[in-house]
């Protein structure tokens, strides 16, 4: 991971954020006045029971939904009062996603899969493969490049997931529960696979429930009732899955 004294300038600020939910004449308060910086290349894991407000901060930050109130900048980028067009293209190429399912079109094989943010970004054939490929490469899936998602592994298929999510090297990386399909041994290898983007300078947001996978992280950032409540470095983490140094 990168030394604090490495760190860049934020690539996400948060201001006095709130979002409440109505459904009928009930209301949720989901996030209540959260504030929060995260710097460029930093690996924050968010945590939190049910309910905390955590998978709705991943959708704001991932310009998912819409906040009620307070402040949102994204790599220098305000994002208040952004329309519909200018969201997509944030979302398509500032941010890149990793699910807890890995959204893989079944038709189509990995490299395939990998080139749908180039698509979108009206990159050239030429160069949207050769992107992918090198993306397949740096999480080790240059070997099944032609296969298609029912011929891999659910490990492999995260992995694709993470390469299409890289490919157009977005300035934020946004993971909601990436490890909640996979068996404990290829959870590690999917972390192994954040822990080396991060080392290469990548700015990653984790959003788990589980204290093993957040141990990966540089810093960990606790959520409760819609409040953010603890902000720790990881070096005060619970021991992490076997296998990590």
């Given at each position: 991971?990168?030394?604090?004294?490495?760190?860049?300038?934020?690539?996400?600020?948060?201001?006095?954020?709130?979002?409440?939910?109505k459904t009928g004449k009930v209301e949720f308060t989901a996030l209540k006045g959260i504030n929060l910086d995260i710097s460029?290349?930093?690996?924050?894991?968010?945590?939190?029971?049910?309910?905390?407000?955590?998978?709705?901060?991943?959708?704001?930050?991932?310009?998912?939904?819409?906040?009620?109130?307070?402040?949102y900048t994204l790599n220098g980028t305000s994002i208040t009062d952004l329309g519909p067009n200018e969201l997509?293209?944030?979302?398509?190429?500032?941010?890149?996603?990793?699910?807890?399912?890995?959204?893989?079109?079944?038709?189509?094989?990995?490299?395939e899969n990998v080139e749908l943010p180039l698509v979108y970004a009206d990159i050239s054939r030429r160069e949207r493969g050769k992107r992918?490929?090198?993306?397949?490469?740096?999480?080790?899936?240059t070997p099944w490049l032609r296969h298609r998602p029912n011929e891999i592994s659910g490990g492999q298929k995260q992995r694709v997931a993470i390469a299409r999510a890289m490919v157009l090297h977005p300035a934020l990386l946004l993971a909601d529960e990436p490890t909640g399909n996979l068996d404990s041994e290829s959870s590690y290898e999917i972390m192994k696979v954040f822990r080396q983007l991060n080392q290469e300078g990548s700015t990653i947001v984790l959003i788990t429930h589980e204290a093993e996978i957040a141990a990966y992280a540089s810093r960990i950032v606790y959520f409760r009732d819609g409040q953010l409540i603890h902000d720790t470095s990881g070096l005060n983490?619970?021991?992490?899955?076997?296998?990590?140094?």
């Open positions: 991971m990168l030394e604090d004294n490495k760190y860049t300038e934020p690539v996400i600020t948060i201001r006095d954020v709130w979002k409440t939910y460029g290349g930093e690996f924050t894991a968010i945590m939190g029971p049910s309910g905390s407000g955590k998978s709705t901060l991943m959708h704001i930050l991932g310009c998912l939904d819409r906040k009620d109130a307070g402040t997509a293209r944030i979302r398509n190429r500032e941010i890149g996603f990793v699910f807890q399912s890995f959204n893989l079109l079944p038709k189509l094989n990995l490299q992918a490929r090198e993306a397949l490469d740096a999480v080790g899936l983490a619970p021991i992490p899955l076997m296998g990590v140094n």
